[in-house]
């Protein structure tokens, strides 16, 4: 048997959390299964087997720090599995049977008697032991006591019941039972008699929280506001879309507004630099890099694009929907994360329409886009008519890009989607 280390994750990251393992102690796998998932500082990382063999030991449980180049768990050999399993028919419990064996055997049966006689399985126990949050290794140990998960105070979180919570639960006097959970009634306590549930800042939240404070703290915010008019662009996306969908790709407004965005870099490149710590050079990006903020379950995330000024349309469609589906999921790859130049938050999907949003750094400038909304506007006759308007929000690095430099990028990107023709002139 073996130990499996954890691997040099890359980017100076010395620790994860792991979020979910995806097999138990005792299970046999494939090479190359995926064994556990764990979250970096940038993105959720599923962790293979490097062969085939028996999980024997899980270093670590769900919600852990786990350390690079620590052992995450521990793996036997091919063929060895079987010896094993003659040893000990269930190792998943090892060390739950190693620290109940302290319990009285008289107790033990005593406790076995007590469960069949006072909570005989039922639909409803079974019911509420699959609810009941436990690991797989606390429910065998559940199992070989004859108990019910549902008559056991978890005190972990979200009531999960612990280990240690069953080990309670066998030494507590026969007849006496768990406090019950309470009913709808008793929740309705006051707020001095409620706790306050503490939830740790780590993983990407804690990353974000570090950055977003570094930014605001450091870089002097110019915030431009701006309304464009998007009716030209909404009938363009409505004659192609058919044609994109033909092609199996699916065509938003997002690609139309970062080749615009990469168009209006190409008068204004100061949008698309980075400048050094000691604020003495601008350094001036070789591509554009659009970023685009995704709100995942794993918390903010901002995937690029790499080069959209060389992409079509259908290509920047394409990365799109890959990178916010992966993002959303939590797995985006290094590569997609590293880079960025320019950022766009559509905060507008969420029903959003002015904002003041924060520098991603080392980037010197990012758009919020607010909702789309249709709205009165006069035309060249004076006459009212319905207009699709989105507002935008931008905010610059000060420290290098003045409030006039800011004013004229966005109006030349305002020009390119408000008259969406006008970029077929600019196509290479």
Not at 198 to 205: C, F, L, N, S, Y
Not at 324 to 351: F, H, P, W
């Given at each position: 048997m073996s130990d499996f280390i954890l691997p040099d994750i890359g980017e100076g990251i010395v620790e994860c959390e792991l979020v979910k393992w995806l097999v138990s102690e005792g299970d046999m796998i494939e090479e190359d299964q995926p064994v556990v998932e764990v979250m970096t500082d940038k993105a959720l990382v599923e962790i293979p087997a490097p062969h085939k063999g028996q999980i024997k030991r899980l270093y670590y449980k769900e919600g852990d720090i786990a350390k690079v180049h620590a052992p995450l768990f521990e793996l036997s050999e091919e063929g060895s599995e079987q010896e094993d399993d003659a040893n000990n028919d269930n190792d998943d419990s090892a060390s739950e049977k190693a620290t109940a064996s302290s319990t009285p055997a008289i107790q033990k049966t005593e406790t076995k008697k007590q469960a069949s006689d006072s909570a005989?399985?039922?639909?409803?126990?079974?019911?509420?032991?699959?609810?009941?949050?436990?690991?797989?290794?606390?429910?065998?140990?559940?199992?070989?006591?004859?108990?019910?998960?549902?008559?056991?105070?978890?005190?972990?979180?979200?009531?999960?019941?612990?280990?240690?919570?069953?080990?309670?639960h066998l030494k507590r006097p026969q007849g006496q039972t768990d406090t019950p959970a309470p009913t709808q009634s008793a929740k309705r306590t006051s707020a001095?008699?409620?706790?306050?549930?503490?939830?740790?800042?780590?993983?990407?939240?804690?990353?974000?929280?570090?950055?977003?404070?570094?930014?605001?703290?450091?870089?002097?915010?110019?915030?431009?506001?701006?309304?464009?008019?998007?009716?030209?662009?909404?009938?363009?996306?409505?004659?192609?879309?058919?044609?994109?969908e033909a092609s199996g790709s699916r065509l938003t407004l997002m690609p139309f507004i970062m080749k615009a965005m990469a168009l209006a870099i190409r008068e204004y490149p100061i949008l698309n630099s980075r400048v050094n710590d000691e604020v003495t050079e601008i350094h001036y990006q070789p591509q554009c890099n659009i970023?685009?903020?995704?709100?995942?379950k794993a918390g903010l995330m901002v995937p690029n694009i790499k080069g959209v000024e060389h992409l079509s349309l259908l290509e920047i469609a394409d990365e799109?929907?890959?990178?916010?589906?992966?993002?959303?999921?939590?797995?985006?790859?290094?590569?997609?994360?590293?880079?960025?130049?320019?950022?766009?938050?559509?905060?507008?999907?969420?029903?959003?329409?002015?904002?003041?949003p924060i520098i991603n750094a080392p980037e010197v400038a990012i758009v919020a886009l607010g909702r789309t909304q249709t709205?009165?506007?006069?035309?060249?006759?004076?006459?009212?008519?319905a207009r699709a308007i989105m507002p935008v929000s931008w905010a610059g690095d000060h420290r290098i890009?003045?409030?006039?430099?800011?004013?004229?990028?966005?109006?030349c990107w305002k020009g390119y989607l408000e008259s969406p023709q006008s970029m077929l002139l600019h196509l290479g």
């Open positions: 005989g399985p039922s639909e409803a126990t079974s019911a509420t032991e699959l609810k009941t949050p436990a690991s797989p290794a606390v429910r065998r140990l559940v199992r070989e006591y004859d108990l019910s998960l549902g008559h056991i105070s978890g005190s972990g979180r979200d009531g999960r019941v612990l280990k240690e919570d069953v080990l309670a001095a008699d409620q706790q306050v549930r503490v939830e740790p800042i780590k993983g990407m939240k804690a990353v974000m929280a570090k950055r977003m404070v570094a930014a605001a703290s450091s870089i002097p915010h110019f915030i431009f506001s701006e309304d464009i008019d998007v009716t030209e662009l909404l009938a363009l996306r409505a004659q192609l879309k058919p044609l994109a970023g685009m903020a995704v709100d995942s799109v929907a890959r990178l916010t589906e992966a993002a959303r999921e939590g797995r985006v790859a290094q590569d997609d994360l590293k880079g960025g130049t320019i950022t766009i938050s559509n905060i507008g999907a969420l029903g959003g329409t002015y904002a003041s709205l009165p506007r006069f035309d060249q006759a004076g006459n009212v008519t890009i003045d409030g006039g430099t800011i004013a004229r990028f966005s109006n």
